[in-house]
């Protein structure tokens, strides 16, 4: 190993490394840069390989930032964070945690997105594992590297439906190297237990086939047998390696995001970001919205636009909190209507797909309506007769929801509780400023994306960003800190639940629906709490000996600050 972390006789943490000279400059885990003090540079051999003055980390986090404010355009920014992330991980996230609100939307959505489209061009070093179907025969031996032997969280994509953008290809592992920055700025994952991965399996995005810079496999998307096969020998080789592992699964096509998910739900601890995530801080939203609207869980009537993984992953989680408080099965999901390219899904339709059958509404309830047309059930018919309290867009559709649409919906709903969710920000369903002026001020409002504060009673007012990282970084943490076996469902209901706590409109309905970006780790501590309860409650995962629940967290909440260096 290249380095340990070790305890002094006088209980101080210090680090033990073999790596000397450039090597551990080169290391982003263990540089300093000129914060080397002058006895770690004599013992290490560093004299003369950095400047002379002795700097500290504050200092290095004010040049970074000044630095970072010289570029003129997000992808520069973009560009700058991943090279110094590349550089130094500890100045990376000591500047991330502190402008977490400012930078999140940099590191991840939107500019994510713009990254993922740009990343064969702007390619700088590796970071992470890609592993191309040609080489499927040999995932053991890329995963055999002692560099491995730490890892507790894995986030893999395929980069064929990357946030709202499509099929990115090898360009899609910006994804998982932006979601394991947050695991770390959000909920302290240690950095040197994070792994991303990038699954190649080909890309049928014609521009980035021919693309003489495109760094990813050329060729066609792998598909059927071929493709399940691979996944398969990936998961075999993951549960070889690392068989207490986090494997987190992200932006995955819609016809094998939930496949993938209930073929290995029950094969190691992993779960579908998408589908459970974004379910989690929809449902944890709507529950502090509640404290806002008046108007009772079971009460609400649902309209989703996108019925995909994440449109039903949502309705799903919310049908079953509406099943816990009560309701029916057959009464809960009949308050959903779900909406696709073919209109509202409803029972007759013969490629309902599995996971979609249990929101398609009969026919025989709707003869009241005078639909448009009776083939394609419109979003305005639904908003018109069902009259929903929420509206929630996962549909990547800009614009879809229009001010006809938002203005009857208001006229129906005393307070519209609207969720455009769709990611990165040019394909969110709406703008907050527009739902304001067409609901005169009166929607309940939380997007999937960053937006400037609105106008609110004449004064600025923070938009409720539902950002998954609200969610996931809390739940991988209490997962990891109590080595669990598995994910189950009701987590993300128990997630969700500490996210609505944690709602400063819980005890001010005037106030928002979700806590700052700035209190990000308080957020993640509480639903990592209640996550690794739940987890030890159901035994699948158990705490060290004479150690609370508390403290076992918080010992797994990295901190990034220098400590001192010793030769091992």
Known sequence: MDYELALSKDNKLYIKTNLTGYALLANPLLNKGMAFPRSEREEFGLQGLIPPHETTLETQIARSYETLESKSTDLEKYIYLRDLQDSNETVFYSLL???????????????????????????????????????????????????????????????????????????????????????????????????????????????????????????????????????????????????????????????????????????????????????????????????????????????????????????????????????????????????????????????????????????????????????????KDVVTYAKPTLLIGVSGQAGIFTEEIIKIMAKNVERPVIFPLSNPTTQSEATPSDLMKWTNEKAVIGTGSPFAPILKSGNLFRVDQTNNCYIFPGIGLGLIAVKSKFVTDKMFMIAAIALAECSPARSNPKENLLPPLAEIRQVSFKVACAVAQEAIAAGLGKLPDGVTLEQQILNKMWEPNYLPYKKS
């Open 97 to 379: 945690c502190n402008h977490i609100t400012e930078l999140m939307p940099i590191v991840y959505t939107p500019v994510v997105g713009l990254g993922c489209q740009r990343y064969s061009h702007i390619y700088r070093r590796p970071r992470g594992i890609y592993i191309s179907y040609p080489d499927a025969a040999e995932i053991d031996k890329i995963l055999a590297h002692p560099r491995f032997d730490k890892i507790k969280v894995i986030v893999v994509s395929d980069g064929e439906r990357i946030l709202g953008l499509g099929d990115q290809g090898a360009g899609g592992m910006g994804i998982p190297i932006g979601k394991l920055a947050l695991y770390t700025a959000c909920a302290g994952i240690h950095p040197s237990t994070a792994l991303p991965i990038l699954l190649d399996t080909g890309t049928n995005n014609e521009d980035l086939l021919n693309d003489p810079l495109y760094v990813g496999w050329h060729h066609k998307r792998v598909r059927g047998k071929e493709y399940d096969d691979f996944l398969a020998a990936f998961v075999a080789g993951v549960k070889k390696r690392l068989p207490h592992v986090l494997l987190q699964w992200e932006d995955f096509a819609q016809q094998n995001a939930n496949p993938i998910l209930e073929r290995y739900r029950d094969k190691l601890c992993t779960f579908n970001d998408d589908i459970q995530g974004t379910a989690a801080v929809a449902v944890g939203t709507l529950l502090a919205a509640i404290k806002v609207t008046g108007t009772p869980l079971c009460d609400q009537r649902i309209a989703v636009v996108g019925a995909g993984s994440a449109g039903c992953g949502i309705s799903n989680l919310i049908m079953h909190a509406m099943i816990e408080e009560g309701l029916s099965v057959e009464d809960a999901a009949q308050r959903f209507y779900l909406i696709d390219r073919n209109g509202l899904l409803t029972s007759d339709m013969p490629e309902l797909l599995p996971f979609q059958k249990p929101f398609a509404q009969d026919r025989n309830n709707l003869i009241t309506w005078n639909f448009s047309n009776p083939n394609s059930i419109s979003l």
